[in-house]
């Protein structure tokens, strides 16, 4: 009986690495085009890239759609865990939206992003750490 077992375990040992899962592009997944974080939203996709306090969001269409980059309009707001919500400028640049940012204190904050785009809006949120 042993012996069987043994050589069960044997004869489906080539077959194991079939069953493993590495998580490499899968379907519905959206890469980074920029090195940043990526959410998506119901009319586009957002990329969030910060850096020492130095902030840029790039939004980018769905797959098979185009975006009018000139239609766009987005506001953010900051809130670190001690202190208020407050808003963050940004400037429209050639494909992407920048500004600055300071935690207050703390070493990660909440960004929401609100997107007006053709009279539709969308929110983005993203946490940024140090």
């Known amino acids: ?12 040992l080539p077959l194991t690495p079939a069953l493993a899962h590495e998580g490499h592009d899968v379907p519905g997944q959206v890469k ?6 990526v959410k998506t939203g119901k009319q586009m996709h957002m990329e969030m ?6 902030i840029q969001f790039f939004p ?27 808003d963050m400028p940004l400037k429209k640049e050639t494909n992407s939206f920048s500004g600055t940012y300071k935690l207050e204190g703390s070493y990660r904050a909440d960004i929401e992003v609100s997107v007006d785009y053709n009279g539709k809006k969308d929110k983005f949120k ?5």
């Not at 042993?2 to 375990?9: D, F, M, T």
């Not at 980074?32 to 974080?37: E, F, L, Q």
């Open 1 to 12: 009986m042993l012996r069987l077992v043994l050589i069960a375990a044997l004869a489906l």
């Open 32 to 37: 980074s085009r920029h090195g940043g974080i």
């Open 49 to 54: 890239l910060a850096l020492d306090g130095k």
């Open 60 to 86: 980018f269409p769905h797959e098979n759609e185009k975006l009018d980059f000139n239609k766009l309009n987005l506001t953010a707001t900051i809130k670190s865990p001690k202190g208020k919500p407050a």
């Open 126 to 130: 993203f946490l940024v750490e140090e």
